[in-house]
């Protein structure tokens, strides 16, 4: 038996796809397919290029970008991601799947390309990298003078750092006085020894 669609007429033919009653076209007006939020901003780094995707800084076209705001209670087979010329508008064609069938979907929005510097790029040209290179070099001052007279059970790289583990305080300090450098001293219980003694670990603090 052939389809008749309900609301315009269409009959089901190999030209005109039908999902439930509805040829696809009626069903797309009652039944969004896919969809785009008003506006998509493409937030871009004019120092790396990269651009602003899912809450980090990354390797991605407009169209990738855009792509990523699509959505749809369908699965999506496939999409076509088109920014005009002028940078305004980006549309999209897609493929979805629903009932089995694979049927286009359309959508449409504004676009807005936005220049932003990452936070990658604003430290370095904030000199980070440059006091990386410092604290570095003086992490291995230090280890040189403390393996002197004890030993390094470790070295930890922190955010904003480097933690040398040396195995005797006063090495440590020996070797920051050596070196004529400022620190304050933090003391902190980590257990009792067998013997009954206090555990303590400190930890001395250089700022630069």
Known sequence: MVKICPKCGAREAAETQFIGSFCADCYAET?????LPKRVVARRCPKCG??????????ASDEQVVAREL???????SADVLVDAEGKRASVRAIVEVEGQRVPARAATRF???????????????????????IEAL???????????SFLSGVKEQ????????????AAIDALNAL??????????????????RAVRATMLVRI
């Not at 992490?139 to 007279?149: Q, S, T």
């Not at 904003?160 to 006063?170: E, Y």
């Open 180 to 197: 004529d450098l400022e620190f304050s001293t933090e003391y902190k219980l980590m257990g009792v020894t067998r013997d009954g003694r």
């Open 50 to 59: 990269r651009a602003r995707v899912g809450g980090e800084w990354v390797e």
């Open 139 to 149: 992490a291995r001052r230090l280890a040189r003078r403390i393996e002197a007279d």
């Open 71 to 77: 959505r749809s209670p369908h699965e999506v087979v």
């Open 112 to 134: 807005e390309a936005e220049r932003k510097q990452c936070e990658e790029c604003a430290l370095r040209s904030g000199g980070y990298h440059e006091a990386n290179k410092k």
């Open 159 to 170: 955010k904003f750092g480097l933690d040398l583990l040396a195995g005797r305080k006063r």
């Open 31 to 35: 039944h969004p397919l896919a969809s």
